[in-house]
């Protein structure tokens, strides 16, 4: 008799309904700049969903943090020629900050009150306050958007699950140059520390929440007045 394979385990689904506390949320947009940007098929688009995204965020009263890597002198001089993919960058002058190719993309929906962290590394987290920055603001939860999934986005929700954040992916909101990856990565790898939804249930979830408030409220002042 042929031994059979064993079967592959069912990979999860993509997209679902998210409990969110707006007042406790950081929407998270890694990589959207254009020498990240420039490398996928349909940039364009990934922009739009994720100012979406952003949109649906500010309008419950979330908060907005971009991240974007990019170096000065300083940081390509001492780039550890032990970091392949690094040490590379360094000798090529690739994202020199303060040029167009590191700069957050010009369609981008930005606010002057946006938290902006300037990265040395792929991961938001670790050559940055933002640990800090999110804390004081009171962020529990971090939404997940951005470029590339195998890169900047995969670093990051590592960081993040380090820092015990509640994590949610906008599977729809993050893009890679190889599709097979970025699936792999939404089915397989991100589900063990992160909530995998869309932008569109995203604002399902919110709408849903600020209704149920807004009902309760109503509910109290009710009570209150008999």
Known sequence: ???????????????????VDPKECALLVTGCQHGVLDSLPD????????????????????????????????????????????????REGRFRDRTPESAVHQAAAVKPTDVMVRTTRLGAFSTTDLDEQLTNLGVTTLIVAGAHTSGTVLSTVREAADRDYRLIIL??????PDTENHRFLMTRIFPRQAEITTATELYLSLAADKADRQRNSATGHTAHAG
Do not use: Q, W, Y
């Open 171 to 176: 599977s729809d909101c993050c893009a890679d």
């Open 43 to 90: 940039a364009d688009n990934l922009v739009l969903k994720i100012n979406a995204a952003i949109d649906i965020v500010r309008l419950h009263g979330g908060h907005i943090v971009f991240a974007r890597m990019a170096f000065d002198d300083l940081d390509f001089r001492f780039t550890p020629t032990t970091n392949c993919e690094f040490s590379a960058l360094a």
């Open 1 to 19: 008799m042929e031994a059979r394979e064993p079967a592959a385990a069912a990979a999860p689904s993509l997209g679902g309904p998210v409990e």
